[in-house]
């Protein structure tokens, strides 16, 4: 028999949706925030984010065509978003060759090596992301200057490494307070980071548009944000002086992007909205207690990554009631 007949598990759902719409769709909300950090950082940004499309895109292609010998499926535009994030998650400044490096490990391993779209167990754009990190960490450390904030030099700390460096050196938050940025400025984007560090308001208002598009539920986004804000909160309460409070933890690092554009992703993320809730609640607890406790200032993408893992244990224990079941 030349085709084999594959039924996939249930939910099986009927209406004009496609990967392909709901890729693009994610793109689109993703927009805005890419245009923000390219008036942020220059040329840049935009660099950063072309090669990392495109070295997503290609190295795809070239995996699923020659190593793997099946059909490309390059035009369902999540190697695009692969791309995107990957860019969204490192300094405007970091060398191509670098960029290159990133998209490989995250196409080649984070996505293919489990099979491809749909199989694999860890959000591709972190693992590479992480990788990069580990193995070089000045580079993915060396933030370009906010060019809108009117900062002098070449690079300059983040707000979240400019409260590690304080608590490190035994000094209370006080001391380093009017080095910080203010609300405002925290949710317009005038700081330091990378790309996806800077537009926390067109973050959330591409978030708004997918939930209305129903690309995303509010489960893990609410979840997220909201045990970062709780658990934060609750140490701020406690010592003011030895923990920021939970709007500067909501507004800083990748809180944003990661509940709204990473957490989110349906291969990676669990089937139900209760267990989306755990999920979402877990990567909330561990971000805290990696950037209070952690050697890294930031620790969203090691949440999303080790609550992947813990997501085939979720959906075995929190199961959608069965069609025709019992309340």
Request: aromatic share 10%; charged share 10%.
């Amino acid at each position: 028999m030349s085709k084999i007949l594959t039924v996939s598990p249930s939910p099986h759902i009927h209406s004009g949706e496609s990967i392909h719409k709901i890729m693009y769709r994610v793109i689109l909300a993703l927009i805005p925030a890419l245009v923000w950090s390219v008036f942020v950082f220059g040329i840049d940004a935009l660099r950063v984010t072309l090669i990392a499309v495109a070295a997503c895109v290609v190295f795809e292609y070239v995996i699923q065509k020659y190593a793997m010998r099946i059909t490309p499926s390059v035009g369902d535009g999540s190697a695009i978003i692969t791309g995107v994030l990957l860019a969204f998650n490192v300094p405007a400044t970091l060398p191509w060759w670098i960029i290159l490096i990133g998209a490989l490990v995250a196409i080649g391993i984070g996505k293919l090596s489990f099979g491809g779209l749909g199989q694999n167990i860890f959000n591709p754009a972190l693992v590479g992301r992480v990788f990069l990190l580990i193995s070089f960490p000045v580079q993915m450390t060396s933030w370009p200057v906010n060019k809108q904030a009117g900062i002098d030099g070449v690079t300059s700390a983040t707000p979240l490494g400019l409260i590690k460096e304080t608590l490190k050196s035994g000094q209370p938050l006080s001391e380093t307070m009017g080095d910080l940025p203010g609300t405002m400025d925290l949710l317009l984007g005038n700081i330091g980071g990378s790309l996806g560090e800077v537009s926390a308001i067109l973050l959330i208002l591409g978030g708004i548009y997918m939930l209305f598009r129903k690309v995303i539920t509010w489960h893990i986004p609410v979840s997220v944000l909201g045990s970062i804000a709780l658990f934060s909160g609750f140490l701020w309460l406690i010592n003011p002086e030895m923990y920021m409070n939970p709007v500067f933890h909501l507004l800083t690092g990748g809180a944003m992007l990661g509940a709204i554009f990473m957490a989110t992703d349906m291969v990676t993320s669990p089937m139900t909205g209760k267990g989306q809730i755990i999920y979402g609640m877990g990567i909330g607890l561990i971000t805290i207690a990696i950037r209070t406790w952690g050697a890294y200032p930031e620790g969203v993408s090691f949440a999303i990554l080790l609550m992947n893992a813990v997501v085939p244990v979720i959906n075995s224990y929190v199961k959608p009631k069965q069609f025709g079941g019992k309340q």
